[in-house]
Structure formats: structure tokens, C-alpha cells
């Protein structure tokens, strides 16, 4: 079973429109961590946000924002007022193994955004 | 800004030859992380270090890659030999041990790799 869902494999939004990525994730661990990374096409893998399992407000990092509904084990990075240069890839990853003592990264397959002028 | 290094950007070879890949964590990051992306797909982890000791290479092939990193400062990746499905971009990442900034990785530009 895949740890780490993003389902869209790509989206298309509006400059200056808001946008939100999905990513579902899997795991039994009960401390874990959540990240989003950028990909542009040159490679290099940005990181944006992290939400810790036991966090209780959304984390927030500027224009991004990821929307944490532990029950139903999703963690959806919402990007507000796109902009031209957000066009990339996003992934989406978890940290979980804190129990067994060795972190392990796990990452999903990714959606393109493409934000049009 | 510090940043993860890693040489070269691009390396083009041929089946059945050796290749190597180099990464210069954040100063300071005592865990380094390689990781290989295939097209199209996410990134999988290859090899984890905790200063100059593997904690993880579960997902290392072994019969043809290696790694190191004897002072627990920068590290190298090789591979010997090449085949054809090796072809990827190879990322180095580093991240701290302790702190809430323990938990984000911070990746190097990469080394796309080409095995003709």
C-alpha cells in the first residue's frame, strides 16, 4: 500500500488564484512528520512546510499553508495568490519510524502545478 | 545561505563503467541523506548516515553501489558498474540531529545521471 497519495497528477490554477494539493498518507506510527518540497525543472527540492503529528494549529510559511486533518490522515498544501514562478513540482513526504528508532522519508509520486498568466 | 553541495550536475556514461557522486552537507548536519529519483516519480532513499556510521541502507544495492563518508563531514556515491537503469537524478540531502529543525531535509541542486 502506498504511505504517501497525491492523487492529481497535475493541476492548472489562475495567477493570482488560490490552489490546493492533495496528499493522504498512510501510517501507525503516533509521532510522524509531514512535508511539502518544490521541485522546479532544474532539480533542486525546496523545502516549503513541515507539520509535526502533534502540532495543533495548521502550520503556515508564508503564502503556503498545509491543512492538517489527522483523522481523516491528510495534509494538503494550500498555495494562495499563485504566482508565475510556482509552477513546479510539488512532493509530498512523511517522516515516521520514531518508534523503532530509525526515521525513514517517504515521498509520494508528486503533482505538477502549472499557473497560467 | 548554506546549502548542500554536490558535484557533478551532470554526468553522462557508459554501460558498465564506474561513476561517483559527491555531497557536501550544511556545515554542522551530523545526518546526510542520498536519495535516487527515477522520472516522474518521487524521490527513494538509497543510503542514510548519521555522522560517519550508516544508520539505513535497507534500499541500497549493495551488489553495485557504495558509499561513504569516513570523516562524517561529505560523503561519495558510487557506482560500479553502471547499467542502463540507473539512469536518474541523484539527490544528497542533510538535515540537524536535534531541535524541531531535526525533521527537514535539506537538499543539494543533484546529479542527473545518464548511463548510455
Known amino acids: 500500500a502506498q504511505k504517501i497519495t497525491q492523487t492529481q497528477p497535475g493541476m492548472f490554477v489562475q495567477e493570482k488564484e488560490a490552489v490546493t494539493l492533495d496528499c493522504t498518507y498512510d501510517?501507525?506510527?503516533?509521532?510522524?512528520?509531514l512535508f511539502w518540497y518544490k521541485q522546479p525543472s532544474s532539480g533542486e527540492m525546496i523545502f516549503l512546510i513541515y507539520?509535526?503529528?502533534?502540532?495543533?494549529q495548521n502550520a503556515t510559511e508564508g503564502r503556503y499553508s498545509l491543512n492538517f486533518q489527522k483523522a481523516r490522515k491528510s495534509a494538503n498544501l494550500v498555495i494562495s495568490a499563485s504566482q508565475l514562478g510556482d509552477s513546479a513540482m510539488y512532493f509530498c513526504a512523511m517522516r515516521e519510524g520514531r518508534d523503532s528508532g530509525t526515521y525513514k522519508y517517504i515521498f509520494g509520486t508528486g503533482t505538477r502545478l502549472k499557473v497560467l498568466a | 545561505e548554506a546549502e548542500v553541495a554536490q558535484s557533478p550536475r551532470y554526468k553522462i556514461t557508459e554501460k558498465s563503467q564506474a561513476v561517483a557522486f559527491w555531497c557536501d552537507p550544511i556545515s554542522g548536519h551530523a545526518t546526510l541523506y542520498w536519495y535516487r529519483q527515477i522520472l516522474g516519480q518521487g524521490p527513494e532513499l538509497l543510503v542514510q548516515?548519521?555522522?560517519?556510521?550508516?544508520?539505513?541502507d535497507s534500499q541500497l544495492p549493495k551488489d553495485r553501489f557504495s558509499a561513504e563518508r569516513l570523516k562524517g563531514v561529505d560523503s561519495t556515491l558510487k557506482i560500479q558498474p553502471a547499467e542502463l537503469g540507473d539512469s536518474a537524478m541523484y539527490l544528497c540531502a542533510s538535515s540537524l540531529v536535534s531541535g524541531r529543525a531535526k525533521n527537514i531535509q535539506y537538499f543539494g541542486a543533484g546529479t542527473r545521471l545518464s548511463v548510455l
Open positions: 507539520q509535526g503529528s502533534y502540532d495543533e
Open positions: 501510517t501507525s506510527d503516533q509521532s510522524y512528520g
Open positions: 548516515f548519521q555522522d560517519e556510521s550508516v544508520v539505513d
